[in-house]
């Protein structure tokens, strides 16, 4: 920012995380670190300015930034990740044993108490497997709390290979995306892979990806864990098929390499006639 205000080249900030805002830190810690973080948010808030364009990762960020003094242009652009699902993800819904699916870390925002009581309340009406992606400092509660509550668990540890992962989602019929409700997050990263592999959404994040979901019905959203699992267990076959067919659609309209291109071209173009 300083060296914009003493030189003329074109300066984009991209968002990607709100920092202080996301860092996954007790209540504990974040009330002591408030004064720090107090600091830190202000040096962004008041430099972010100096650039000509800001690109956040996600609608909840621009509108925090903005209610925080933004004054340059800016824009939501969502991640995009290419397609993996190809007809081969053919599970259809059973009434009787029902796979979900969970990738990424294994840290402290993750709700599992949420979790717990949703696999619980799944388990009386149904069989429940969890297939586990990923590792963390919380794994070991994770896997607990779960088989603790009559799910039983596959547990892959962490797999980068997109291919390896899509033959694991592809077994399942939902993927969890519950994050505890203090989280500052707006598009979880994991949900690129859930929407690439066509695959509905088990959300209670609230933001982008709450809206996401409630408009285009490619899965569920609710803060209830109880609700969450009356509402699988109320669902057919024809209903599942429907929110497979939704998830592959607003892959397609929102996250495609296509839909990217588009917006940052579209970025390019308001910046160059000054916009």
């Not at 992606?133 to 892959?156: M, P, Q, T």
């Not at 695959?199 to 982008?208: R, Y």
Request: contains cysteine.
């Amino acid at each position: 920012a300083l060296l914009k205000r003493k030189m003329k080249f074109r300066f984009i900030v991209e968002v990607g995380d709100m920092w202080p805002e996301s860092l996954p830190v007790s209540e504990t810690v974040n009330t002591i670190a408030k004064p720090v973080f107090y600091l830190w948010r202000r040096i962004r808030d008041k430099y972010i300015n100096d650039a000509d364009y800001v690109i956040a990762e996600c609608e909840l960020f621009r509108t925090r930034l903005i209610r925080n003094g933004l004054l340059v242009p800016s824009k939501k652009v969502y991640f995009c990740k290419e397609p993996l699902f190809d007809g081969s993800n053919a599970l259809k819904y059973d009434c009787d044993h029902i796979s979900l699916c969970y990738l990424g870390s294994i840290n402290n925002i993750i709700d599992i108490e949420y979790i717990r009581k949703f696999i619980y309340s799944l388990s009386q009406k149904k069989k429940v497997t969890v297939h586990i992606v990923g590792k963390g400092e919380y794994e070991e509660a994770l896997c607990d709390s779960i088989r603790n509550s009559g799910g039983d668990i596959i547990f892959y540890g962490p797999i980068y290979d997109d291919n390896k992962k899509k033959e694991i989602i592809s077994m399942c019929h939902f993927a969890l995306n519950i994050m505890r409700k203090n989280v500052f997050v707006g598009m979880t990263m994991k949900s690129l892979d859930y929407f690439s592999i066509g695959i509905p959404i088990i959300n209670s994040v609230h933001g982008d990806i709450w809206d996401v979901i409630e408009d285009n019905q490619c899965g569920f959203n609710s803060d209830s864990p109880c609700d969450m699992a009356h509402r699988i267990d109320g669902l057919s076959e024809e209903g599942y098929e429907l929110l497979k067919a939704n998830t592959i659609a607003t892959q397609e309209n929102n996250f495609s390499t296509d839909i990217y291109n588009r917006t940052m071209n579209l970025i390019f173009t308001e910046m160059e006639k000054g916009v």
